[in-house]
């Protein structure tokens, strides 16, 4: 791999240790990284590049060259050049400003400090110095700062804890482990010094979860996975220090293979411009070529009389020759309607559109002080045209913090909060919680209302003891005491944590643990268990149990699992109250709880003897091992006896419900896509309401092969479309008007609500070409679409599929690395800058700190920025076909000889100075209807979605407008001063009196018009539109002044005219008559409009205005509450073998402290609990749910 081109096609990766010579050969990637689009000398050439890209930029040079050629330029160069500088220095300047905070952000993490081993002692590198093979030092709480081959720790057997909230938006904390060679190591900097292993493993990718290599040293191999590597993102907690040999750094490294590559977003009416500008180009042409026409038979008919007097020679000028000119004259001329300064506009109304999102104190999260931020000023009016939201769970619409919130014991509820007449009443702040202060060691945030469970804790009910004793003791939670003394719980899921927690409220408090004991806390009175055996969780179990002997010397079962599963294992005896647990169960459920089914069961001495000898003999055997454990844990959790049901609360990000249900009446449809399992992301879905019991189906798509996905995806079809599925042939439309339409007929075909729910290893096969559109088609019409399992990369691909396909405006949001490549591939990326890190905020086009906050980010700040973003166009395009066009009419006056009507300062200020703040302010600050309103009337988002507002339709009636305008602005003046004498009985039909009458009316005309059209007003509305109409007037003036014309003669010819044109009354008579001529048709039939065919706005709009006048109370939406008796199937999130890991003793601390001189020296044979926690780790395909979804 000499060069780069080897590189880019890496097959495999060879690193030896501690050999920088020998890694450089390879010339691998080094540890900096590179988030930034320019550098100083690429920025000019391709930040230009880009810019002329935009066809109005490449027009507008195009003119510039023209307008250099004197014998066709009627105006001078200035008018064009000065404002495309402009325009191109205002889009680099931003353009810089942005890569200049993201060349900050690159150096600050670039100059991070990391200990490296270098020449046999350890030394402070920055990370931008690490190279591929370096050996370096990590210690508690620090970031890793590459992908490292984990050496040794700390910790017993080279274990060490880190978090990848960072790449995957979990908190939950990870375990890995060293290999046992290298577990020796320890801390002895000679040693690993000398350490020249060489590890062959995959090229750099972004599978997260996977990395196959092998690691050759003292002439054996090792093979490697991915619980042997910490990924550079990752947290080291709860471990001293570790040592770690680098794989792969920088851009190599999985963090940033799974960025992907900053693409270049443009907005649909970005696109829609380039469109118009071509057609308004061919329009130009047209133009120009009947000008020109008309020019060569003028020349040739009447021009010849004038030779005589101009002195021409015969054939010195032929009528053809000077029609092409007047062609290009004319095009110079006519450019106007499509002015640089539009861009200029667009680019000023859409930076003060981000400041108002910045701005936006309804979007501050005072908790964390974290401000609402536009990262990027050229997409907010794509905010108000969503379609699709692709949203990530974990983090994202969940905090990832479990809380216990109920519990049903011996078939009596206890959390719930009653009246003093016994009525259930919801619990509020005001409400005064259980005062646990009494009791040591409690944690003070956990909160619970209830007080009847303490009451009966304290009179000794003994199945409320036996329930709370079984979540102290049925766990894999660890232990550990802080410097101040406080007990810690290292938890691998929070779901258990959240029991553990409260049971240790309550009183039963779990203490510590060894390989073969539990120690608790009894009401103030510590209890020693023997743990004889946990029998541990998978996805297909959906429960765990443990086997304890209590200092009496009975022998319990204790196990919690899915009701589903667990009620099966139940004694007959249990009928009644299984009965009645049940319907607390449905109960908790429809709150959108999390439940857990709990019981126990007392074993005999004897029988458990018989029963470890089976299991100790299943463990050792070479066939069929996991299939005779699994029967042994069947044979012994059963005839167990109900004890009752817990209820946690997977919390929700403040104000999820309201914000899906909102989105979902504005017509946006939300699919989910995460990482984690299935029943975990239904039961998310349920919690938000984007699952419900009134649901027709719930299709669940668990395909192993794209023969069983196809075919799933037919039956699925079929039920939604009934028997004539023939109706849609899966092949989608690319023409998104056919497509709509096809859209539309389909939908009404289909009559209730139904929802998707796939796997990730069935959605590889469902994108595959000849099913991906089966998938669509099925998907969109579908209420809500869940995908669990899904990779990374699987995110992106099913937005590129929507994106691609159904033409739709798409917006990913998300919190973690694992979402990065759906950010960057959506239209609109939507980063949560929350507890998981900053590589989506980083990534994305918009960030903020809670999901709610979408709500506002659409349905306000989108909603207005498209809104005043279309206004604004079709005012632009009128006022300048009527300001342009006006010379194609003066053309058939003057000979067609490309002559101006008005004279070349009005034409350069027009829309530089005269007409431009008032369409700003509109721009800027117009609304139709409040941003309360915004948000409790969702269905006003809709014209975004159709892209009604602004569209090739629109912009046609917008040009009729502007010609009609032109036609009238022209031609009332021309009629009116036809043989006219003024007041004083001289001429008014004057050339520069035309001019200043048709200029004056232009002025008055587009601010009455702009005035029209405000929906709006502000102080800075009125300043701007009538201050305006002052400037014209005091620059006309001022123009027309002899003191201007003493000092430039030849720029100035107009001496005296305003004055003289604008002191006759016939004249103002005129501009009068113009004025309402153009005005009132526009008023009438709006005026009509409103009145029998009102749109949702206009209707708000009146509505508004009544409220204004009444002023009565605002009256707020009530909260919505999720109503669902759906149950809750089994969703812990930890992994399967932490069971043995625990019986193992593999990640227990050792009671005496260890040698100064690093680790313990004792070497531990067994690894078989750590390879089976690896194979197992992988298994992570759910069960297909048994809960009231469809079995496919």
């Given at each position: 791999?000499?060069?780069?081109?080897i590189?880019?096609?890496?097959?495999?990766?060879?690193?030896k240790?501690n050999?920088?010579?020998?890694?450089?050969?390879?010339?691998?990637?080094?540890?900096?990284?590179?988030?930034s689009?320019?550098?100083?000398?690429?920025?000019?050439?391709?930040?230009?590049?880009?810019?002329?890209?935009r066809?109005?930029?490449a027009?507008?040079?195009?003119?510039?060259?023209?307008?250099l050629?004197?014998?066709?330029?009627?105006?001078?160069?200035f008018?064009?050049?000065?404002?495309?500088?402009?325009?191109?220095?205002?889009?680099?300047?931003?353009?810089?400003?942005?890569?200049?905070?993201?060349?900050?952000?690159?150096?600050?993490?670039?100059?991070?400090q990391?200990?490296?081993?270098?020449?046999?002692?350890?030394?402070?590198e920055?990370?931008?110095?690490v190279?591929?093979?370096?050996?370096?030092?990590?210690?508690?709480?620090?970031?890793?700062?590459?992908?490292?081959?984990?050496?040794?720790?700390?910790?017993?057997?080279?274990?060490?804890y880190?978090?990848?909230?960072?790449?995957?938006?979990?908190?939950?904390?990870?375990?890995?482990?060293?290999?046992?060679?290298?577990?020796?190591?320890?801390?002895?900097?000679?040693?690993?010094?000398?350490?020249d292993?060489?590890?062959?493993?995959?090229?750099?990718?972004?599978?997260?979860?996977?990395?196959?290599?092998?690691?050759?040293?003292?002439?054996?191999?090792?093979p490697?996975?991915?619980?042997?590597?910490?990924?550079?993102?990752?947290?080291?907690?709860?471990?001293?220090?570790?040592?770690?040999?680098?794989i792969?750094?920088?851009p190599?490294?999985?963090?940033?293979?799974?960025?992907?590559?900053?693409?270049?977003?443009?907005?649909?009416?970005?696109?829609?411009?380039?469109?118009?500008?071509l057609?308004?180009?061919?329009?130009l042409?047209?133009?120009?070529?009947?000008?020109?026409?008309?020019?060569?038979?003028?020349?040739?008919?009447?021009?010849?009389?004038?030779?005589?007097?101009?002195?021409?020679?015969?054939?010195?000028?032929s009528?053809?020759?000077s029609?092409?000119?007047?062609?290009?004259?004319?095009?110079?001329?006519?450019?106007?309607?499509?002015?640089?300064?539009?861009?200029?506009?667009?680019?000023?109304?859409?930076l003060?559109?981000?400041?108002?999102?910045?701005?936006?104190?309804?979007?501050?999260?005072?908790?964390?002080?974290?401000?609402?931020?536009?990262?990027?000023?050229?997409?907010?009016?794509?905010?108000?045209?969503?379609?699709?939201?692709?949203?990530?769970?974990?983090?994202t619409?969940t905090?990832?913090?479990?809380?216990?919130?109920?519990?049903?014991i011996?078939?009596?509820?206890?959390?719930?909060?009653?009246?003093?007449?016994?009525?259930?009443?919801?619990?509020?702040?005001?409400?005064?919680?259980?005062?646990?202060?009494?009791?040591?060691?409690?944690?003070?945030?956990?909160?619970?209302?209830?007080?009847?469970?303490?009451?009966?804790?304290?009179?000794?009910?003994?199945?409320?003891?036996e329930?709370l004793?079984?979540?102290?003791?049925?766990?894999?939670?660890?232990?550990?005491?802080?410097?101040?003394?406080?007990?810690?719980?290292?938890?691998?899921?929070p779901?258990?944590?959240?029991l553990?927690?409260?049971a240790r409220?309550?009183?039963?408090?779990f203490?510590?643990?060894?390989?073969e004991?539990?120690t608790?806390?009894?009401l103030?009175?510590?209890?020693?268990?023997?743990?004889l055996?946990?029998?541990?969780?998978?996805?297909?179990?959906?429960?765990?149990?443990?086997?304890?002997?209590?200092?009496?010397g009975?022998?319990?079962?204790?196990?919690?699992?899915?009701?589903?599963?667990?009620?099966?294992k139940l004694?007959?005896?249990?009928?009644?109250?299984?009965s009645?647990?049940?319907?607390h169960?449905?109960?908790?459920?429809?709150?959108?709880?999390?439940?857990?089914a709990?019981?126990?069961?007392?074993?005999?001495?004897?029988?458990?003897?018989?029963?470890?000898?089976?299991?100790?003999?299943?463990?050792?055997?070479?066939e069929?091992?996991?299939?005779r454990?699994?029967?042994?844990?069947?044979?012994?959790?059963?005839d167990l006896?109900?004890?009752g049901?817990?209820?946690?609360?997977?919390k929700?990000?403040?104000?999820?419900?309201?914000?899906?249900?909102?989105?979902s009446l504005?017509?946006?449809?939300?699919?989910?896509l995460?990482?984690?399992?299935?029943?975990t992301?239904?039961?998310?879905?349920?919690?938000?309401?984007?699952?419900?019991?009134?649901?027709?189906?719930?299709?669940?798509?668990?395909?192993?092969?794209?023969i069983?996905?196809?075919?799933?995806?037919?039956?699925?079809?079929?039920?939604?479309?009934?028997?004539?599925?023939?109706?849609?042939n899966?092949?989608?439309?690319?023409?998104?008007?056919?497509q709509?339409?096809?859209?539309?007929?389909?939908?009404e075909?289909?009559?209730?609500?139904?929802a998707?729910?796939?796997?990730?290893h069935?959605?590889?096969?469902?994108?595959?070409?000849?099913?991906?559109?089966d998938?669509?088609?099925l998907?969109?019409?579908?209420?809500?679409?869940?995908?669990c399992?899904?990779t990374?990369?699987?995110?992106a691909q099913?937005?590129?599929?929507?994106?691609?396909?159904?033409?739709?405006?798409?917006?990913a949001?998300?919190?973690?690395?694992n979402?990065?490549?759906?950010?960057?591939?959506?239209?609109?990326?939507?980063?949560?800058?929350g507890?998981?890190?900053l590589?989506?905020?980083?990534?994305?086009?918009?960030s903020?700190?809670?999901?709610?906050?979408?709500?506002?980010?659409?349905?306000?700040?989108?909603?207005?920025s498209?809104?005043?973003?279309?206004?604004?166009?079709c005012?632009?395009?009128?006022?300048?076909?009527?300001?342009?066009?006006?010379?194609?009419w003066?053309?058939?006056?003057?000979?067609?000889?490309?002559?101006?009507?008005?004279?070349?300062?009005?034409?350069?200020?027009?829309?530089?100075?005269?007409?431009?703040?008032?369409?700003?302010?509109m721009?800027?600050?117009?609304?139709?209807?409040?941003?309360q309103n915004s948000?409790?009337?969702?269905?006003?988002?809709?014209?975004?979605?159709?892209?009604?507002?602004?569209?090739?339709?629109?912009?046609?009636?917008?040009?009729?407008?502007?010609i009609?305008?032109?036609?009238?602005?022209?031609?009332?003046p021309?009629?009116?001063f036809?043989?006219?004498a003024?007041?004083?009985g001289?001429?008014i039909?004057?050339?520069q009196?035309?001019?200043?009458?048709?200029a004056?009316?232009?002025?008055?005309v587009?601010?009455?018009?702009?005035?029209?059209?405000?929906?709006?007003?502000?102080?800075i509305?009125?300043?701007?539109?009538?201050?305006?109409?002052?400037?014209?007037?005091?620059i006309?003036?001022?123009?027309h002044s002899?003191?201007?014309?003493?000092i430039?003669?030849?720029?100035?010819?107009f001496?005296?005219?305003?004055?003289?044109?604008?002191?006759?009354?016939?004249?103002?008579?005129?501009?009068?008559?113009?004025?309402?001529?153009?005005?009132?048709?526009?008023?009438?039939?709006?005026?009509?409009?409103?009145?029998?065919?009102?749109?949702?706005?206009?209707?708000?709009?009146?509505?508004?205005?009544?409220q204004?006048?009444?002023?009565?109370?605002?009256?707020?939406?009530?909260?919505?509450?999720?109503?669902?008796?759906?149950?809750?199937?089994?969703?812990?999130?930890?992994?399967?073998?932490?069971?043995?890991?625990i019986t193992?003793?593999?990640?227990?601390?050792?009671?005496?402290?260890?040698?100064?001189?690093?680790?313990?020296?004792?070497?531990?044979?067994?690894?078989?609990?750590?390879e089976?926690?690896?194979?197992?780790?992988?298994d992570?395909?759910?069960?297909?749910?048994?809960?009231?979804?469809?079995?496919?």
């Amino acid at each position: 791999m000499a060069d780069m081109g080897i590189i880019c096609t890496e097959v495999e990766r060879r690193v030896k240790a501690n050999d920088r010579e020998y890694n450089e050969k390879f010339q691998y990637a080094d540890n900096r990284i590179h988030t930034s689009k320019y550098s100083i000398l690429t920025f000019l050439p391709i930040n230009l590049f880009e810019q002329f890209q935009r066809v109005a930029n490449a027009y507008f040079l195009c003119l510039l060259i023209l307008q250099l050629i004197p014998e066709i330029s009627s105006l001078t160069w200035f008018t064009t050049i000065v404002p495309l500088v402009l325009v191109i220095t205002m889009t680099a300047v931003k353009d810089a400003t942005d890569d200049f905070f993201r060349h900050k952000s690159d150096n600050q993490v670039n100059n991070r400090q990391s200990e490296v081993l270098i020449d046999s002692k350890l030394q402070n590198e920055k990370w931008m110095n690490v190279k591929v093979g370096d050996i370096i030092k990590l210690e508690n709480n620090q970031f890793v700062a590459a992908d490292l081959l984990l050496l040794s720790s700390s910790e017993p057997h080279g274990l060490c804890y880190v978090e990848t909230a960072e790449l995957d938006g979990e908190t939950n904390l990870k375990v890995r482990q060293a290999l046992s060679v290298t577990s020796e190591l320890g801390a002895d900097i000679s040693r690993l010094a000398r350490f020249d292993g060489i590890v062959v493993c995959e090229a750099p990718n972004n599978k997260l979860d996977k990395f196959m290599g092998i690691l050759s040293w003292k002439d054996s191999k090792h093979p490697l996975n991915n619980e042997k590597i910490i990924l550079r993102g990752c947290i080291l907690r709860n471990t001293s220090w570790c040592f770690g040999m680098v794989i792969f750094a920088g851009p190599d490294t999985k963090l940033m293979q799974n960025s992907g590559k900053t693409k270049f977003k443009r907005t649909s009416i970005d696109r829609l411009m380039n469109t118009l500008v071509l057609w308004i180009f061919g329009f130009l042409i047209c133009l120009g070529i009947i000008l020109a026409i008309g020019n060569s038979i003028w020349e040739s008919q009447i021009g010849d009389q004038f030779r005589t007097f101009l002195f021409w020679n015969e054939g010195e000028k032929s009528s053809v020759f000077s029609g092409f000119l007047t062609f290009w004259s004319y095009i110079i001329i006519l450019n106007t309607v499509v002015p640089i300064s539009l861009y200029v506009s667009v680019e000023v109304i859409r930076l003060g559109h981000s400041y108002f999102i910045n701005w936006d104190r309804k979007m501050y999260y005072s908790r964390k002080a974290t401000p609402a931020e536009a990262r990027t000023t050229t997409l907010n009016e794509e905010l108000g045209q969503i379609e699709y939201i692709f949203s990530d769970k974990t983090g994202t619409l969940t905090q990832n913090i479990m809380t216990f919130k109920r519990c049903s014991i011996n078939g009596k509820i206890y959390g719930e909060v009653h009246d003093d007449l016994g009525q259930k009443m919801e619990v509020t702040q005001e409400k005064e919680p259980v005062n646990f202060s009494v009791k040591s060691q409690v944690v003070r945030e956990f909160q619970f209302f209830d007080h009847s469970l303490l009451e009966s804790i304290e009179l000794g009910d003994p199945k409320v003891h036996e329930f709370l004793r079984l979540l102290t003791l049925c766990h894999t939670v660890m232990s550990e005491e802080n410097s101040a003394g406080e007990l810690i719980y290292q938890v691998q899921s929070p779901d258990e944590g959240a029991l553990v927690t409260a049971a240790r409220n309550f009183g039963f408090i779990f203490k510590s643990r060894t390989p073969e004991t539990i120690t608790i806390e009894e009401l103030g009175t510590p209890v020693t268990y023997q743990l004889l055996a946990i029998l541990d969780f998978n996805n297909t179990r959906k429960r765990m149990s443990v086997i304890v002997r209590n200092p009496e010397g009975q022998i319990k079962l204790y196990s919690k699992g899915a009701d589903t599963i667990l009620f099966e294992k139940l004694h007959p005896s249990n009928e009644d109250l299984l009965s009645l647990t049940s319907d607390h169960l449905s109960e908790f459920a429809g709150e959108g709880l999390r439940t857990l089914a709990i019981a126990y069961r007392d074993l005999d001495d004897k029988y458990f003897k018989e029963w470890h000898k089976m299991l100790e003999d299943a463990n050792v055997a070479t066939e069929e091992r996991d299939k005779r454990i699994d029967g042994l844990y069947e044979e012994i959790e059963r005839d167990l006896m109900l004890l009752g049901a817990t209820a946690v609360e997977d919390k929700l990000q403040e104000g999820v419900i309201e914000t899906v249900t909102s989105l979902s009446l504005a017509n946006i449809k939300i699919w989910v896509l995460t990482g984690d399992k299935q029943e975990t992301a239904i039961n998310i879905g349920y919690a938000c309401n984007m699952l419900t019991d009134d649901m027709n189906d719930v299709f669940v798509i668990a395909g192993n092969t794209a023969i069983e996905v196809r075919e799933e995806l037919r039956k699925a079809k079929e039920n939604l479309f009934g028997q004539n599925s023939n109706f849609s042939n899966g092949h989608v439309v690319g023409e998104k008007k056919q497509q709509l339409e096809l859209d539309s007929v389909v939908e009404e075909t289909i009559t209730g609500d139904y929802a998707l729910i796939i796997n990730g290893h069935s959605l590889a096969h469902a994108l595959e070409s000849d099913v991906k559109n089966d998938l669509l088609e099925l998907a969109c019409m579908c209420k809500t679409v869940v995908c669990c399992r899904v990779t990374p990369l699987q995110k992106a691909q099913v937005v590129e599929l929507v994106k691609k396909y159904r033409n739709a405006v798409t917006l990913a949001i998300g919190d973690g690395a694992n979402d990065v490549s759906m950010i960057k591939s959506a239209h609109i990326g939507v980063g949560i800058s929350g507890q998981e890190g900053l590589q989506a905020v980083l990534a994305s086009d918009y960030s903020f700190a809670q999901f709610r906050y979408l709500q506002r980010l659409l349905l306000v700040h989108g909603r207005w920025s498209y809104f005043r973003m279309c206004k604004f166009l079709c005012y632009f395009f009128y006022k300048n076909f009527a300001f342009t066009l006006v010379h194609f009419w003066f053309g058939f006056f003057c000979g067609f000889s490309a002559q101006t009507v008005y004279d070349q300062w009005f034409i350069t200020l027009f829309n530089i100075v005269y007409t431009s703040l008032p369409v700003l302010a509109m721009g800027i600050f117009d609304q139709d209807v409040s941003d309360q309103n915004s948000m409790d009337c969702p269905q006003l988002y809709r014209p975004g979605q159709l892209n009604l507002l602004f569209n090739k339709r629109r912009f046609f009636i917008c040009v009729l407008h502007g010609i009609y305008t032109s036609f009238v602005l022209f031609f009332i003046p021309y009629g009116a001063f036809y043989n006219v004498a003024g007041e004083d009985g001289q001429h008014i039909s004057d050339y520069q009196s035309f001019a200043v009458t048709m200029a004056t009316s232009l002025v008055i005309v587009v601010s009455v018009q702009i005035a029209l059209d405000t929906s709006y007003w502000t102080f800075i509305n009125h300043v701007f539109i009538w201050g305006s109409i002052a400037i014209y007037f005091s620059i006309l003036f001022a123009m027309h002044s002899n003191g201007i014309f003493g000092i430039f003669p030849n720029q100035f010819p107009f001496v005296g005219n305003a004055r003289h044109s604008l002191t006759q009354k016939c004249i103002w008579l005129v501009i009068l008559l113009t004025t309402v001529a153009s005005v009132m048709p526009v008023v009438a039939f709006r005026f009509l409009k409103v009145d029998l065919y009102p749109t949702l706005s206009d209707q708000i709009r009146q509505w508004q205005k009544a409220q204004k006048k009444a002023k009565p109370l605002r009256s707020r939406r009530t909260r919505t509450r999720r109503s669902s008796s759906r149950r809750s199937g089994y969703a812990f999130a930890h992994q399967e073998g932490y069971g043995e890991l625990i019986t193992s003793g593999k990640n227990m601390r050792a009671k005496i402290p260890p040698p100064t001189s690093g680790l313990e020296k004792t070497h531990y044979n067994s690894t078989s609990w750590i390879e089976n926690l690896c194979k197992k780790t992988t298994d992570t395909v759910s069960s297909i749910s048994q809960d009231k979804t469809v079995k496919l």
